[in-house]
C-alpha cells in the first residue's frame, strides 16, 4: 500500500509532461508488479487469474511503452516484498490507474506534437488494459455475487448438450 501511496502523491505532484509520463510509467509498472506478486504469493484463487500479469512481470509484451529513460528516484516497484491484503492493494490500485489515465489524458489534450500525444494514448491503452486486470482480479477475490452463478464462464462448452 505504501508503494501505491507514495505513486499517487508523486503523480499528483507531477506538474510537467515528462513528469506525468514518467509517474504514469511507474504506476504501470507497479500494478505488473503487484499482479506478479499475486501471481506467486496471493490467495490461491487469484494465482491463476493473475497469470498474465507474471508473464508481464517477467519482461513479456503487454502492449505498454518501454520506461522513461534514467528515472532518477529508480523504479519504485523494485522495492515491492509483499502485498499482505489484496484486497485492499487491488482498490488502491484501481484507483491509482484511474487517476494515471486522468493525468495521461490531460496532457495528451494539450500535446503540442504529434509524438507526444501517440506516446499518450499508447499509455493510455496500457493503463486501461491494466485497469481491466485489476478490476477482473477483485471480482475474482469477492467470489460469486448475488445473481452470479459459481461454475464456467458464460460461452464455455461446460454443461451444454
Same mark, same amino acid.
Given at each position: 500500500?505504501?508503494?501505491?501511496? +507514495?505513486?499517487?502523491?508523486?503523480?499528483?505532484?507531477?506538474?510537467?509532461?515528462?513528469?506525468?509520463?514518467?509517474?504514469?510509467?511507474?504506476?504501470?509498472? +507497479?500494478?505488473?508488479?503487484?499482479?506478479?506478486?499475486?501471481?506467486?504469493?496471493?490467495?490461491?484463487?487469484?494465482?491463476?487469474?493473475?497469470? /498474465?500479469?507474471?508473464?508481464?512481470?517477467?519482461?513479456?509484451? !503487454?502492449?505498454? /511503452?518501454?520506461?522513461?529513460?534514467?528515472?532518477?528516484?529508480? =523504479?519504485? %516497484?523494485?522495492? +515491492?516484498?509483499? =502485498?499482505?491484503?489484496?484486497?485492499? %492493494?487491488?482498490?488502491?490500485?484501481?484507483?491509482?490507474?484511474?487517476?494515471? %489515465?486522468?493525468?495521461?489524458?490531460? =496532457?495528451?489534450?494539450?500535446?503540442?506534437?504529434?509524438?507526444?500525444?501517440?506516446?499518450?494514448?499508447?499509455?493510455? !491503452?496500457?493503463?486501461?488494459?491494466?485497469?481491466?486486470? =485489476?478490476?477482473?482480479?477483485?471480482?475474482?477475490?469477492?467470489?460469486?455475487?448475488?445473481?452470479?452463478?459459481?461454475?464456467?464462464?458464460?460461452?464455455?462448452?461446460?454443461?451444454?448438450?
Amino acid at each position: 500500500m505504501r508503494l501505491i501511496e +507514495l505513486t499517487a502523491r508523486a503523480l499528483s505532484r507531477a506538474e510537467d509532461e515528462t513528469r506525468i509520463m514518467t509517474e504514469s510509467w511507474q504506476a504501470q509498472t +507497479l500494478a505488473r508488479a503487484i499482479g506478479g506478486r499475486l501471481t506467486a504469493h496471493g490467495p490461491p484463487g487469484l494465482r491463476g487469474e493473475t497469470l /498474465p500479469w507474471s508473464e508481464a512481470a517477467a519482461g513479456g509484451d !503487454d502492449g505498454a /511503452p518501454p520506461g522513461p529513460p534514467g528515472v532518477p528516484e529508480g =523504479v519504485r %516497484a523494485a522495492r +515491492l516484498t509483499t =502485498v499482505t491484503d489484496p484486497s485492499a %492493494a487491488l482498490e488502491a490500485l484501481e484507483r491509482l490507474l484511474d487517476q494515471v %489515465a486522468a493525468a495521461l489524458v490531460a =496532457v495528451a489534450s494539450s500535446a503540442q506534437e504529434g509524438t507526444a500525444y501517440g506516446q499518450c494514448m499508447e499509455m493510455v !491503452d496500457a493503463t486501461d488494459e491494466l485497469r481491466d486486470r =485489476v478490476l477482473d482480479l477483485r471480482r475474482t477475490l469477492r467470489g460469486p455475487t448475488a445473481g452470479e452463478e459459481a461454475g464456467p464462464p458464460p460461452g464455455s462448452r461446460a454443461g451444454q448438450s
